[in-house]
């Protein structure tokens, strides 16, 4: 269980964030060789990278689409059903598609209020006000991936924003229980991230994620991460490693398109390993 300040603040300008962060990837994209290879995520091309987030942007439009006052939303379970993903199309088509998709996404924000309740994977989720700050990070991400595969410098966003990038990957992608499973949090495992510019820290827990689901019948017994406290001062932490940087170097080095190197590493250099490990998984 997290605590303190809200997981999803209303105060970050995310529709502008999605706007620019999709327009600078789709121009980046239009600069880069289709086939060349997308540094963070190898197996993909910039071509696959441009249908991606495309394919992303197309399917949370559509949900959106479909959020209403008193709709009811299986949250955490399956999608909604009919969605027939775009058809890729050419190599050299798929940048525009991008640019229609990024609409559409925009769109259909614009067209429901926060509160409206629509589906979502994470437990955490289940308004529109959840999936717009999602889809603003999802963008932000994008976008370094489309620098980096044209080979263009990478740009920082605002410090709020990176640092807002911070507290959601480690308050949504990394942590969430579903209400079948259990966390135990190791006695060794105790991780302090520090955004030296934003003011903020994040205390996480590694530990065991465990239960069976009743949907699949599948029992997991898995290393995992939990978000425990928010703007917790390093004396009161009882950390066994912690990570300072700018909220920028620490969300690229969360999401792996940053290097360690760039933060300030004290403690157990084993701890920080793991927690890495969980982060690729968290972010899958």
Do not use: N
């Not at 994977?121 to 959840?130: C, E, K, L, N």
């Not at 991936?145 to 740009?155: F, I, N, R, T, Y």
């Not at 302090?192 to 994040?202: N, Q, T």
């Not at 920080?272 to 690729?280: G, K, S, T």
Request: charged content about 25%; some cysteine.
């Amino acid at each position: 269980m997290t605590t303190s300040s809200s997981a999803s603040p209303a105060t970050l300008p995310f529709a502008e964030v999605i706007r620019a962060e999709s327009a600078r990837a789709a121009d980046a994209l239009a600069a880069a060789p289709p086939d060349a290879r997308v540094p963070a995520c190898p197996d993909w091309s910039a071509a696959d990278l441009a249908y991606h987030l495309g394919e992303t942007q197309d399917f949370w439009s559509r949900v959106v689409g479909l959020a209403a006052p008193d709709a009811v939303v299986d949250v955490g379970g399956d999608p909604p059903g009919g969605f027939d993903g775009p058809e890729r199309e050419p190599d050299d088509a798929l940048v525009p598609f991008l640019r229609t998709r990024t609409r559409a996404l925009l769109d259909a924000f614009e067209g429901h209020g926060p509160s409206e309740r629509c589906w979502s994977w994470s437990p955490h989720g289940g308004d529109v006000a959840w999936a717009l700050r999602r889809q603003a990070h999802e963008a932000l991400v994008h976008r370094v991936d489309a620098e980096q595969v044209a080979g263009l410098p990478v740009g920082a966003p605002q410090v709020e924003v990176a640092a807002d990038g911070v507290d959601e990957m480690l308050a949504v992608m990394m942590s969430g229980l579903p209400p079948w499973a259990t966390f135990t949090p190791a006695d060794d495992g105790r991780v302090l991230v520090v955004a030296s510019d934003a003011g903020r820290s994040w205390l996480v827990a590694l530990g065991r994620f465990a239960g069976t689901s009743p949907r699949t019948g599948t029992t997991y017994d898995l290393d995992a991460g939990e978000l425990v406290a928010r703007d917790v001062a390093p004396e009161d932490a009882r950390s066994t490693a912690t990570l300072t940087g700018s909220a920028w170097d620490l969300d690229l080095w969360l999401w792996g398109r940053g290097p360690l190197d760039a933060l300030a590493v004290e403690g157990e250099r084993a701890v920080v390993d793991r927690f890495r490990e969980v982060l690729v998984e968290s972010s899958q």
